[in-house]
């Protein structure tokens, strides 16, 4: 700072000179360092030193003239930036001294922060970045002439050769600066030498000093000092010789390289000095990413705010504004700077800030590129990035942008009064500063001030801010905020004193607030992090190919990242954390955005967000957050996280990857908001646009008049309207916009030239008057703080006046939350609920039309066609299908978790603001969702409650998401928080740099791998970690203790008990972080991968990406078609394990035959047997018993969609993996239509590419289900045709909190209460619905039970009505009976109770194995159960269904036992049947069991293993032993046979031709079967349709019928068998298969049929008659016929000798058999039957004659060849 000549300071009137450790030269008369005008103030004696004091400032201290005491004091103080530098400034006396200076100068600041010893000079803190560097211009050699010699410089690297010095060891030095005489070319001077040059940048100027040149002859080595002064129009420039003292070369050098590339970024307003804006939070640093515009499809620019762009590849690095083309086609070359950081001006007009950088590229030969970039202020939640204006301009060289940010608001300059003030969006908070603060001069003055508090410890009471002992003032301080964010309190002074001021100074560093300087003056400065502001980050980068993406819909709210060891991470993205949430409630340090929670509780600062997010070439986003809290050991620098998003087609839970010995933290986060979005821009009409999905109405703002007033001229604008002008000036007859000044009014823009539309940068409204000659565009922001509309003029350029219009009919809906809240201990995630791609659809039946309801989870409504016409923005919406009117019943409100409460053991979401009340006009509607913690996979849906009632929808939503989620837990083999360990059980190997990895997941230790021997310590888990060093060390890293803790999509797991870490503190033991991780796109062989070690407690960490831990997908499985809506999410069954096989058309290519198909409705399967994880198709090819390929043949997306003519319903499961031709991609169709029952679907088609099923199903077919009068407690429902009792209930009374309620059945006398008699559900006197007036129905796959006519109540429109009671009886296998549950959402006049129960489920009683499919119910009799007898037991059972009550063994029993003594125990309930195939030995293992709540040792388990025989023959069970309470038991039947162990047997055609050549065939007889006893008649006639029967009617004498059913009784009869038949042959028998249409009365969609078993039986008489062996619950009749015939030997049925003759017979027999008699379980025909109908796995019949000839059911058959069975040959369907 020595200075040649001196420096001016003025102080009151007098004039004062001095000079820095030298004395003054420039003033005539005063010897001196410090001279008053021409006398000697203070002098430089040889104890003058510069001093450090304490707080770090730098001071000298001048004697006075006599050499003796303090003549004057200098203090020199670092600026917090080199904008706040002051020059010397006289202040108050004070250490003895008679003058005391304060001097803030650069070069008081530490010298690593301002110099650098090569070209470049890079500085945040202080706002410094340049570059010398392209001075170098390879090795060039600048010139510079001086009057007497010649000069020689060299930059950066380059270097003068021919005056360089030779060093020691014969080397030439490396010489910059030369001096030269131009007549003596000997003479040559080094000036100054590389190694030894220094630039520093101080006070604004540029400085390079060139040092240990050659020595002079004063004995000072030469050296050179060049000052750079920036001038953008000079290019490289030249050196100037200025001249030299005491052998120091003085130059001075004008160059653009030499321009500060970081600008000051406050401005005061020109027209009103009061508004002060900054900028700098939008300074992006050099090293990071740039704010980004797309220019178009091709373009984009990187945009800076006074600075240059950084490091942006191939920009100029001076550039402001740079221009490059995107794609991997962009040429490097075509780039162009399009304005210069330096060359930034500041300007304003109106409301308007704009930013213009001149100086660009050239554009043409005029002139060069230049930008201006338009500001307006906006609130921090609205604020939108630079955007390009693209209206057309004549100018192509100038670019000009508009941004809206809450840096262009005015900084504030009045605080709140309660320590806090807001500024630019951000409210900086003191109140964290309770304690006293105190500060000291040199001169040990103590000051001690609390500007949030009354001092604890002050001078008087009250207190705020003494001076020692003396108050200065006790008043609340006075906040305003200064440039760059300096935030002040100024105290009013008590009377007399001097007042005070605290300066709150941002400082990141700063571990807790500490005062900086309190010299001379009562002005404090406090360092402290609550004075940071917080930085913009871009919320909508765009990466260097174009891509463009939207991280807004996470901003405002706190997200959260767990780990196994209880830590807790909370961050945020583009914003700042919320602290007024309890978890994060008293995170220190101010605008943070990331806080960690330690298992104690403690708050830890983890950052501040200090740049844009990063997007690397792999496309996933980073934030990255620095200066946190110190960390504690490492480098001790501070805390970093860096937070990695990936695009991710289902959200998951953030996840704590790491944290290393540095305290830098890890977290990724796998979502669809890190996936690029679809750029939008769209034309509106109306006065309405839609964009992105979302209709925005500017209708109401027509009739609103805008004015706004800038210059003395008043604008009035109309939106969508003429404006609204005082006085209708001519010129504005049909003017939108309107321009009045005085008695002039000129138009600027016409009404009808209007045009709506949106952009990147919002919603924009253009009007042109005739010729366009004016034009006026308005700019639409949001303003989401209240309900006013406001209009702002932005800028007139002479052609186009813009305006801004803030308004909150442009905000656009919250699209997501939050998902995730704490209560208590407790936290719930509901955001697997959250549908992405459709929305939960409800109904309620009403009249004159049914009422539908769209929902959604955390989510805004997805626009799909039904919810096209909801308002925008809401999260649920009613649709009156009468009025065909939507109604918004609330919406998302914030995307904060807020909207989540807990009510008792409830959650529920609340939506609020929704449409006007319709019974209250001064109300919105909202929306209640209730949410039940259910256990176990299932669909979720969303059920409504009734009509509004309180302005208030209910609905109720019962999920596993609704429970907590799970705490770590201990960890074993088998099933760790609901995951399978074991499909990992084997040894994986995953490296490092240093080490190998062993882990091993269940496999015994004998089979770990050969160099694994120290780590063989026999654990089930564990990591061995080996050295790759030579040594090859072993060492426990972590093992065999485990817990684990499951989150949202992810699982972790902590490995303990490791070896001891060697340079951890106390014994420490090692222990390993395992994080499986949801990756959609995971392999199913992925592998886990080594992250990083924390040396400072031997914690390894390790990544593994898993698709089975991606959440099961689930879509909502309803869908409207022709006004009905649809249900198909009980085609996923539990008792089916979630999913179907399909079956494959013989249409399809033969490649496809040999495999099989799993199908999942609506959502991916949560089975184990469903290996494609996350799928919801799956195809499985077997190669052999080890090698099962599973391929994912398509994944939940979308739900259900209504298409086609004629319309029928499909849903379309889209996959990620190309088909062989590289350009499509996988996927999944199918479609479902109607028919009966519940059929299984059928892969019809295949092109390797789009797989197409085809699925009947009675669930498609128009509903049946309206709620109808229900006599008795029997319903069939209609969706699958099976019958429920809900009986089993009835008669008991069951408590569901204060309520007391019955089953189809009134409270006795002593349970009423004082309720009325008849009633069924009473609380509190009062009935909620009487038993006489009850209805049973069913409501998508749910069982309803609806009470009526309870008491009188008054509803909310003022009528009355009567109460009444909903019980929702739901399937849970696992819940036995059962308890009715009160769900407390349910409105005025209506209760409702949920009632999970396993009595309602409803079983197939069959099992589906790879197509195959094995029914039970052919081992099950209509008529009487098997018995077995056994080991002194004798066992009842039936496989099917429950025990009829005359066998003693309670209700839903369906296996007893009677032991010796007469005891009769159940020891199996029917709900618990659990079948599965074993193909390892080919059986079939169905298991049940009984469970005795009260007496648990009465508990049983039966096991019956079913085997295949080969034959047709039944069977029957055997006992095998009892082990403890299980009782095993044996079954050979064909019932267990695969359709694949059924071969053709040659024999049976032969067989069929023996019975051909019967002389008496029985083909040709009619018989009546009967008895003394029966109930039934059955009339048989196989040769001919039956005819001439006296008491048959009509029904069965139709021409068609060959077996009736008749009953005299009641003269009832039926067709059970047409004459059309089907024959299949085996080698001892041949079925008969004939149908009827007749439906069957218990399962309406079936028809009757009859089938016919002829057997061998030598003993038979060849004129036997057939016997009635069985019914099917299905309407199956079976009959027996034994004959001899079918016993003829192979030689003699197809030799050619002559068959033995049948005697002649009677053309009609009657036989009487009693049913009640029959006990034969002869099912075989039934079983293959309907395998056959539903599965068309090759089966090993010979269909013998599929023709229907009217004359007979038998036509010739000779020499067919005999074929297999294909289910879709019309020839070959079997019934």
């Not at 803030?806 to 609920?833: H, K, M, Q």
């Not at 199908?1159 to 018993?1185: H, I, M, R, W, Y």
């Not at 909903?1366 to 769900?1383: D, H, S, V």
């Amino acid at each position: 700072m020595t200075n040649t000549t001196s420096y001016k300071v003025q102080k009151d009137s007098a004039n004062y000179t001095l000079n820095i450790c030298r004395n003054v030269t420039d003033v005539s008369g005063c010897d001196a360092a410090v001279c008053e005008g021409d006398k000697a103030v203070a002098i430089v004696t040889e104890e003058t030193v510069l001093e450090s004091a304490a707080n770090g400032d730098v001071f000298v201290k001048y004697a006075k003239p006599d050499g003796k005491d303090c003549g004057t004091k200098i203090t020199f103080k670092c600026p917090d930036s080199p904008y706040h530098a002051t020059g010397p400034v006289f202040v108050s006396p004070s250490d003895g001294c008679d003058h005391v200076i304060d001097w803030y100068t650069m070069d008081a600041c530490p010298s690593e922060d301002l110099f650098s010893s090569n070209c470049t000079l890079q500085n945040s803190k202080y706002l410094i970045d340049i570059d010398l560097t392209p001075l170098n211009n390879n090795g060039k050699v600048y010139l510079a002439s001086g009057a007497e010699f010649d000069y020689s410089i060299a930059m950066c690297g380059a270097s003068v050769q021919d005056c360089s010095l030779t060093n020691d060891d014969g080397t030439r030095g490396h010489t910059v600066a030369c001096q030269k005489k131009s007549l003596e070319s000997a003479f040559h001077k080094n000036l100054g030498m590389s190694k030894f040059t220094k630039l520093r940048f101080v006070d604004d100027a540029l400085v390079m000093t060139m040092s240990k040149g050659d020595v002079c002859s004063s004995g000072f080595q030469r050296k050179t000092i060049i000052h750079f002064h920036c001038n953008v129009t000079e290019g490289e420039g030249n050196p100037e010789y200025v001249g030299e003292t005491d052998c120091t070369y003085m130059f001075v050098w004008h160059t653009r390289y030499a321009c500060n590339r970081i600008q000051k970024c406050s401005f005061t307003n020109t027209t009103d000095p009061s508004k002060v804006y900054d900028f700098s939070s939008l300074t992006v640093a050099q090293d990071a990413t740039s704010w980004t515009v797309k220019l178009g499809e091709k373009k984009m620019a990187y945009i800076n705010i006074c600075a240059a762009v950084g490091h942006v590849a191939d920009c100029d690095p001076s550039a402001a504004v740079c221009v490059k083309e995107t794609g991997q086609s962009a040429n490097p070359s075509a780039v162009e700077n399009h304005g210069q950081a330096s060359t930034m001006k500041f300007s304003s007009e109106g409301n308007t800030i704009s930013i213009t950088y001149d100086h660009g590229s050239v554009c043409n030969t005029k002139e060069n590129h230049h930008s201006v970039i338009y500001f307006a202020c906006a609130s921090a939640d609205q604020s939108v990035g630079p955007q390009l204006r693209t209206e057309s301009s004549s100018n192509a060289c100038r670019h000009t942008y508009t941004w809206f940010t809450p840096a262009a608001c005015a900084q504030s300059t009045e605080g709140h009064g309660d320590c806090t003030i807001t500024d630019a969006g951000y409210t900086y908070d003191f109140n964290s500063l309770t304690a006293d603060l105190t500060a000291k001069t040199s001169d040990n003055t103590q000051y001690k001030f609390n500007p949030c508090s009354t001092l604890q410890d002050g001078c008087k009471d009250d207190s705020r801010f003494c001076e020692g002992n003396t108050l200065i003032s006790k008043e609340i301080p006075e906040l305003a905020v200064e440039n760059d964010h300096v935030v002040t309190a100024k105290f009013n002074p008590e009377s007399g004193n001097p007042s005070a001021t605290v300066r709150y100074i941002c400082d990141h560093t700063a571990e807790e607030p500490k005062v900086i300087t309190s010299d001379n003056s009562i002005t404090v400065e406090v360092n402290t992090t609550l004075a940071c502001a917080p930085k913009t980050v871009d919320c909508k980068p765009i990466d260097s190919l174009g891509n463009a993406y939207d991280f807004s819909g996470l901003k405002g709210t706190n997200w959260k990242a767990s780990s196994v060891d209880g830590m807790s991470y909370y961050f945020s993205i583009c914003s700042t954390l919320d602290k007024d949430l309890s978890d994060v409630k008293g995170c220190p340090g101010g605008a943070i955005s990331a806080c960690q929670r330690t298992s104690d509780g403690t708050l830890v600062n983890l950052g501040y967000a200090a740049s844009n997010p990063v997007i690397q070439s792999t496309g996933t986003v980073l934030f990255h957050y620095i200066n946190g809290k110190k960390c504690a050991h490492g480098n001790q620098t501070p805390r970093q996280t860096m937070i990695t998003l990936s695009c991710a087609q289902v959200e998951s839970q953030p996840q704590m990857i790491s944290e290393d010995l540095n305290c830098n933290y890890n977290i990724l986060w796998h979502t669809p908001k890190a996936c690029p979005v679809q750029s939008s821009s769209a034309t509106g009409e109306d006065c309405s646009i839609v964009k992105n999905e979302i209709k925005y109405d500017l209708t109401p703002l027509k009739s609103k008049p805008l004015q706004t007033v800038f210059k003395g001229t008043t604008y009035n604008v109309g939106i969508c309207s003429v404006a609204k002008v005082q006085g209708n000036p001519p010129n504005c007859a049909n003017s939108a916009v309107c321009a009045s000044s005085g008695s002039t009014s000129n138009s600027f823009g016409e009404l009808k030239k209007e045009s709506l539309y949106s952009e990147e940068g919002g919603i924009k409204l253009k009007y042109e008057t005739d010729g366009n000659s004016k034009t006026s565009i308005i700019t639409f922001t949001c303003n989401a703080e209240n309900d006013q509309t406001e209009l702002r003029f932005l800028s007139n350029d002479g052609v186009i006046v813009r305006f801004q219009v803030s308004t909150p009919y442009v905000c656009p809906p919250v699209e997501s939350a939050n998902c995730r809240r704490t209560f208590g201990d407790d936290t719930f995630d509901l955001s697997s609920l959250t549908l992405h791609g459709a929305n939960y659809i409800s109904r309620l039946r009403s009249t004159p039309g049914d009422i539908y309801y769209y929902t959604n989870i955390c989510h805004r409504l997805i626009a799909t066609t039904e919810a096209a016409g909801c308002p925008a923005g809401s999260a649920a919406c009613m649709y009156n299908s009468s009025s065909k009117q939507y109604t918004s019943l609330g919406k998302l409100t914030s995307n904060k978790p807020d909207f989540i409460h807990k009510m008792g053991s409830f959650l529920y979401l609340q939506y609020d603001n929704g449409d006007k009340c319709p019974t209250n006009n001064s109300a919105l509607l909202q929306t209640l969702i209730l949410l039940r913690c259910v256990e176990g996979p299932r669909t979720s849906r969303i059920e409504v409650g009734t009509a509004i009632k309180d302005c208030r929808q209910d609905f109720i939503l019962e999920s596993p998401a609704a429970c907590p989620v799970k705490s770590p837990v201990n960890a074993k083999c088998g099933e760790i928080a609901g995951f399978d360990t074991n499909a990992l059980k084997k040894q994986y190997r995953i490296s490092s740099e240093e080490h190998d990895y062993i882990l091993n997941f269940c496999q015994n230790s004998g089979s770990l791998d050969s160099d694994v021997k120290k780590c063989n310590n026999q654990a089930m888990f564990g990591v061995c970690q080996i050295s790759k060093s030579s040594g090859h060390e072993e060492v426990i890293a972590g093992g065999p203790q485990l817990t684990a803790m499951k989150e949202t999509s992810q699982l972790i797991f902590n490995f303990t008990g490791g070896a001891t870490c060697a340079h951890a503190t106390g014994n420490v033991e090692r222990n390993v972080v395992l994080t499986m991780f949801c990756n959609e796109y995971a392999q199913s062989d992925s592998q886990p991968q080594f992250v990083s070690e924390d040396p400072r407690d031997c914690t390894y960490y390790i990544s593994w990406p898993r698709r089975d831990l991606c959440p099961h997908r689930s879509m909502p499985c309803r869908v409207t078609m022709n006004g009905e809506l649809f249900d198909l999410s009980s085609l996923n069954r539990a008792d089916k394990d979630y999913f179907t096989y399909a079956t494959v058309s013989s249409s399809v290519d033969e490649k496809y035959q040999g495999k099989y198909y799993q199908l999942s409705v609506c959502s991916a399967a949560p089975s184990k047997n469903f290996k494609c994880a996350g799928a919801a198709v799956c195809e499985v090819t077997e190669k052999d018993s080890e090698h099962v390929i599973h391929k994912s043949l398509g994944y939940p997306d979308d739900s259900p969609t209504v298409t086609g003519d004629p319309q029928h319903i499909e849903i379309i499961y889209p996959t990620q993996t190309y088909c062989d031709d590289k350009k499509s991609k996988i996927r999944s169709v199918i479609k479902f239509t109607c028919g009966s029952g519940m059929n299984d679907p059928e892969l019809v088609s295949s092109d390797g590419c789009t797989y197409e099923f085809k699925w009947e199903t009675s669930l498609v077919c128009p509903s049946t289900s309206k709620p109808t009068p229900t006599s008795g407690c029997v319903f069939t429902k209609p969706s699958i045709n099976k019958i429920v009792d809900l009986s089993i209930f009835t008669n008991k009374l069951y408590k569901a909190g204060d309520y007391s309620l019955k089953v189809c059945s009134s409270l006795s006398e002593s349970e009423l209460s004082g309720c009325p008699a008849g009633t069924a559900v009473c609380k509190g006197a009062v009935s909620f619905g009487s038993a006489a007036e009850y209805k049973i129905y069913e409501e998508f796959g749910n069982i309803r039970l609806e009470y009526d006519n309870g008491e009188s109540c008054r509803e909310d429109d003022g009528s009355s009505g009567n109460r009444k009671s909903i019980i929702e009886f739901r399937c849970n296998k696992t819940a036995g009976e059962g308890q009715p549950i009160y769900l407390p959402t349910s409105p005025r006049c209506v209760d409702r109770f949920s009632w999970e129960t396993s009595y309602i489920c409803v079983e197939d009683c069959e099992l589906n194995y790879k197509g195959n499919v094995f029914n039970f119910q052919h081992l099950s009799s209509v008529y009487k159960p098997v018995t077995v007898t056994a080991d002194g037991y004798e066992f009842t059972m039936d496989l099917c269904k429950s025990l009829k009550a005359e066998h003693k063994c309670g209700n839903y029993t369906n296996i007893c036992a009677k032991s010796s003594d007469g005891t009769i125990y159940p020891i199996a309930l029917t709900n618990t049947f659990e079948p599965q195939y074993q193909p390892e030995n080919k059986t079939v293992l169905l298991k049940y069991s009984y469970s005795d709540e009260k007496s648990p040792a009465n508990n049983k388990q039966v096991n019956i293993r079913l085997v295949c025989n080969g034959t047709l023959d039944t069977g029957s069970p055997t006992f095998v032993s009892k082990t403890g309470s299980t009782y095993n038991f044996k079954w050979v039947t064909y019932v267990a046979c695969l359709d694949e162990d059924l071969h053709e047997v040659p024999l049976g055609f032969n067989l069929f031709k023996t019975l051909l050549q019967s002389t008496n065939p029985p083909f040709s007889r009619s018989v009546v079967i009967t008895g003394d006893q029966t109930e039934y008649k059955y009339y048989i006639s196989l040769g001919a349709p039956l005819h001439d029967i006296p008491e048959l009617s009509q029904e069965c004498l139709d021409g068609n019928t060959t077996v009736c059913q008749y009953k005299h009784e009641n003269t009832f009869e039926r067709s059970i068998g047409a004459q059309a038949a089907k024959y299949y042959a085996n080698e001892k028998q041949l079925q008969m298969i004939i149908s009827s249409k007749s439906k069957c009365g218990r399962v309406g969609s079936d028809t009757v049929t009859s089938l016919i078993n002829f057997k061998c039986d030598s003993s038979a008489s060849e004129d036997s008659l057939p016997v009635n062996t069985n019914e099917m619950a299905s309407c199956r009749y079976l009959f027996e016929w034994n004959l001899p015939q079918l016993c003829e030997p192979l030689s003699s049925a197809a030799g050619g000798t002559q068959s033995k003759r049948l005697s002649p017979g009677v053309t009609a027999v009657i036989v009487i058999i009693v049913l009640a008699s029959v006990i034969s379980l002869a099912t075989v025909i039934v079983c293959r039957l309907k395998r056959r109908r539903r599965y068309n796995g090759p089966v090993g019949y010979d269909p013998l004659s599929t023709d229907d000839d009217t004359t007979g059911l038998i036509t010739a058959v000779k020499g067919r060849a005999p074929r297999l069975y294909h289910d879709d040959d019309d020839d070959d369907l079997l019934i």
